[in-house]
């Protein structure tokens, strides 16, 4: 029976993972390599640090620590910039109705994301109101696949994690969320996130009356 639900953020509520991968591309082309939409899976979920990491293995490159944090905050000036103008119109589509649903169930949301800019996004959007808990990238020390950052998010909202039900867009979420014992919602590809309880391309294809069952049974 699930008595509370876990969002993730970039790629589940907004369309915002499209603008990470351009900002990761750029400083990959910046260095003189290049990366693939699949790679760019191995990114999804995955925190500032690791996904650097993961960037600069994939191009052989290595950088000065001092090098690695600069570069750090050029990709997030320039993620920035592609967020300014962000407005509850990015909601990706169904979004608002599966929480306008949850809300009036009385089923507390929480966010569990890996993300620094997650309070400032909710903000623009109009939904920080909506949760009842915020789990972001400032909270936790270890990225997804690492159960931790659904894990304090359910604690936040105190509903045992058996209890708790994850909408992820990427594969190591959906592994996190497997990993603390919670049911997980894919959002996307059913080949990509096929170790995901449930798959859907998107929340338009969630009935509310699946949702419905979930709570009840
Ligand atoms: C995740 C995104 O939600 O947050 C990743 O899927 C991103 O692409 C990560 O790198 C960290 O985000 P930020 O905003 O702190 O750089
Ligand atoms: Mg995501």
Known sequence: KIKGVIFDLDGVIVDTAKFHFLAWKKLANDLGFDFTELQNEELKGVSRVRSLEKILEWGNTSLSE??????????????LSYITNLTSKDILPGVSRIIDFLTEENIPISLGSASKNARPILKKTGLIEKFHAIVDGNDVSKAKPDPEVFLIAAEKIGVAKENCLVFEDSVAGVQAANIAGMMSIG?????????????FSSFEEIEIDFIKKLLTT
């Open 187 to 199: 959002i996307g590809e059913k080949d990509v996130l096929h170790e995901a309880d449930h798959v």
């Open 66 to 79: 001092d090098e690695f944090i600069k570069k750090m905050a050029v990709k997030n000036d320039n993620y």
